[in-house]
């Protein structure tokens, strides 16, 4: 990005996502941050003040994205397996566009109470509304005889697992930040998409 064109405040955001998500923390520095994004440090105190500061603004914004990945459109005409096909998707392909966001998240509520309180105090009242909207759903398709008899939390818990595990199975394989246009890595993420489908329809379907 260009400086004098560009946005300094996005372009030190962007940057500090990169390596907070790929060192945590504990590890990243602010000079680090401020040498990369090309400004002085100087301009990135005058913005964020502390590196907590900056740290707080990316993982809040990231974290409240998690819920909508789940979101079922419940005013849909098609049929329940359909709607939930679309929210595998949907969530896998979130995961995609930030593969390193499961351990970055996981990694900071862990070493961090005040993180692991934020997701609590803010984020659950967002996942409970999905949550809800999601067990209505599927009630109704139980009732109807449509699918098996199922607990949300688990088909929830399930789908989330076999998601994140892909893309941290993913970082194993591959060079995720240099391989990006890997043929290998690309029919890898194509094949477990259809997979983890498969895999969530086929254990509620009666």
Partial sequence: MDLKSGNKEQLILEIAEKLF???GYTATKTTEIAKEA????ALLHYYFRTKENL?????EQKVAQLPESFSINVGDDTSFLDKLKKVIESHFDFLSKNPKLPLFIIREIVLDKERKAFILNNI??????????FKNVIN???QKGAIRQVNTTDLLLNIAS??????VAA??????????????MKIFFDDRKKNNV???????KI
């Fill in 21 to 23: 998500m790929e060192k």
């Fill in 38 to 41: 090309g400004v002085n440090h």
């Fill in 55 to 59: 740290f707080n603004k990316i993982y």
């Fill in 124 to 133: 659950f009242p967002i996942g409970k509304e999905v949550f809800q909207n």
């Fill in 140 to 142: 109704k398709e139980i």
């Fill in 162 to 167: 076999v998601n994140v595990f892909t893309f």
């Fill in 171 to 184: 970082q194993i394989f591959f060079d995720m930040d240099v391989e990006t246009d890997n043929e290998k």
């Fill in 198 to 204: 498969e895999l969530i329809i086929n254990s509620i």
